[in-house]
């Protein structure tokens, strides 16, 4: 599907004001509610199509239930669920733009943030009085309501304790200062750690539009791990002045410090994190899997399907670049200066016309086939 690149003009998405406005006044900073974000909003999956999408194994799922207090939570996938009468129960389905395309349009909505900080949408199907408890994220989430009503007390609290033996990260101790009841096409955006509760006023469905924001324990352990791979030490420890040891058991002191002679030589560059960054955060998650074409196309069909239709990225690719860096789905390759325009414009975009597409190299032609093979590129 297409992406729209967003504009530094003023959006009904962010309550009339520009994204640049919204950067700087509210993102990572404080809440905004905004009325009819998207004017007369329906569902976009029906609610049996959820549901069905919540008993495949290749969807992350959770049901989520509270009674007298008393909360529990299974994972899915679900063969059989409560019965829509039934109240105070909530199904969580993440990564549906994964699997729809109406959803990943929706997503892309929200790509002024940025597609590295991008992450999914969750879409939140609950009875009455169905919610997941007070509670805070580590990351900022727009709250789109879809169907029904959704009553959300939020709070700026510094106390983000939490209850202990519980299934769900709930706060012990939450203080609301706020609440607000939305209709279809509201928008609550909550920046990290602010406390907030959301009830169902009766049957609704939310969606929850997500955004990476990866530990920096998770980089540096990938980081490290990435680097092991790039890293090459010749040579191998010796010690021809070696003399008997009277302490057979105590650690070398010669071979510490020759060990840590050599790791002091070991070094990274900017670039060497760029590249890491890239391939890391285009990485598609584990649960996220490409059919590849079972009857590709001939190399010279393709390129003259798609000088003519244009091509677009699968739902599931994620695509960035960095100067002459090019990544997708893990993957990263250099590109040529003539080169880069197409492809920028591809991973901004998500789309390349057919004009565009006639005016790209050989190579990147012979580039677009691979990932038209493996499933990670369409054609329109």
Not at 109 to 132: C, N, P, Q, W
Not at 207 to 223: D, T, V, W
Not at 234 to 242: F, H
Not at 277 to 282: D, F, K, N, T, V
Request: positive net charge; contains cysteine; proline residues 7%.
């Amino acid at each position: 599907m297409a992406a729209t690149i967003p504009s530094m003009k003023k959006s009904a998405l962010l309550g009339n004001l520009t994204p640049d406005v919204f950067m700087r006044q509210y993102w990572h900073k404080k809440p905004l509610l905004v009325r009819q974000a998207i004017p007369d909003f329906s569902p976009l999956l029906p609610k049996e199509a959820l549901l069905d999408m919540a008993a495949k194994d290749d969807v992350e799922s959770r049901l989520i239930r509270v009674a007298r207090g008393k909360w529990t939570m299974r994972n899915g996938p679900f063969d059989k669920l409560p019965s829509v009468r039934t109240p105070e129960w909530t199904m969580l389905v993440q990564g549906v733009n994964l699997h729809d395309d109406a959803a990943d349009a929706l997503l892309r909505k929200f790509s002024f943030i940025g597609e590295s900080r991008l992450d999914d949408l969750m879409i939140s199907y609950a009875t009455e009085g169905g919610g997941v408890g007070p509670h805070f994220d580590s990351y900022d989430v727009f709250l789109l309501q879809a169907q029904g009503q959704r009553r959300w007390r939020i709070s700026a609290q510094k106390d983000l304790s939490l209850q202990e033996g519980m299934p769900l990260k709930i706060l012990r101790n939450f203080q609301p200062e706020q609440e607000f009841v939305l209709d279809p096409g509201d928008m609550l955006y909550l920046p990290p750690h602010y406390a907030h509760e959301g009830v169902a006023l009766g049957e609704c469905m939310t969606y929850s539009i997500g955004f990476r924001a990866p530990a920096y324990q998770e980089l540096a352990e990938g980081f490290f791990q990435f680097m092991a791979e790039q890293i090459e030490q010749p040579g191998r420890y010796r010690d021809p002045a070696r003399r008997p040891a009277r302490h057979p058991a105590q650690l070398d002191k010669d071979l510490l410090d020759k060990t840590a002679a050599m790791l002091r030589k070991v070094s990274f560059s900017k670039k060497d994190i760029a590249l890491f960054l890239g391939e890391h955060l285009s990485e598609p998650k584990p649960n996220v899997f490409f059919d590849p074409l079972e009857k590709p196309l001939r190399p010279g069909r393709f390129r003259k399907d798609a000088c003519q239709r244009g091509l677009h990225l699968a739902r599931k690719s994620r695509m960035l670049y960095l100067g002459e860096h090019v990544f997708i789905n893990g993957q990263s390759f250099i590109a040529g200066k003539t080169d880069r325009p197409a492809l920028q414009r591809l991973a901004d975009r998500r789309i390349l016309t057919g004009a565009e597409v006639s005016e790209a190299s050989d190579d990147v032609l012979a580039a677009f086939h691979d990932w038209h093979v493996q499933g990670w590129l369409r054609l329109r």
